[in-house]
């Protein structure tokens, strides 16, 4: 049985606002829903003048109501600080879509999640961010989580294939279980280091491979 979608759900499911990449990006973060394991990825440009976003643009690995919830998010987002777009809630989202159905309320949390990982990359990259937490094993973990694993779909730490992580006075070393030459490794390399770097305590990020 088809899933009970409202008109405007199936509407911005069939033509999605802000859909894609931008290219120069200001900051960019993938997010991956426990729930499911799609993904999304939001790019965002920002004045840095006023912190508004000029423009923003999403790309949905994932279901009908996350598709949905991307594009509004976006739209919402537009034009808006980071701050104010930080206070977008899935519930805001859902209800401008009419509703969604409750199985379906994690694509629109991770939409939501996606959209506040690029903000606070945003932060990141610019020494904005408030609350100043050291960066542990267990936080580089979780971190790795928005990494994906080009050969599944998945996050490389889903997938196992984060073999050791370590922590030392400003440097992050990973260990991932795959071969140095492997077709997907620097691309694999480059988004952890992109991910980790701009922590404000993060000097080093080292990824190394098993073979
Ligand atoms: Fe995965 Fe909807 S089922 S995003």
Known sequence: MPLPYTETVMEHFRHPRNVGRI???DAKAVEGSPACGDMVAVYLKVDPKDLRITDIKFESYGCASNIATGSIITEMAKGKTLDEAKRITWKQASETLGGLPPIKVHCSILAVDGLRAA????????GLVKERKPTTV?????????????M???????????KEVEVTDGTVRVVLDLPEDHQFAAAIREDIVE???PRWDVERVIVE???
Do not use: W
């Open 23 to 25: 290219e120069d990006a």
């Open 119 to 126: 903000i606070e990359n945003y932060e990141e990259r610019h």
């Open 152 to 162: 599944t779909g998945l996050d490389v730490v889903r997938t196992k294939l984060v």
């Open 195 to 197: 991910k980790l770097e």
């Open 138 to 150: 267990e936080f580089v973990r979780k971190r790795l989580k928005r990494v994906m694993n080009p």
């Open 209 to 211: 491979f098993t073979e």
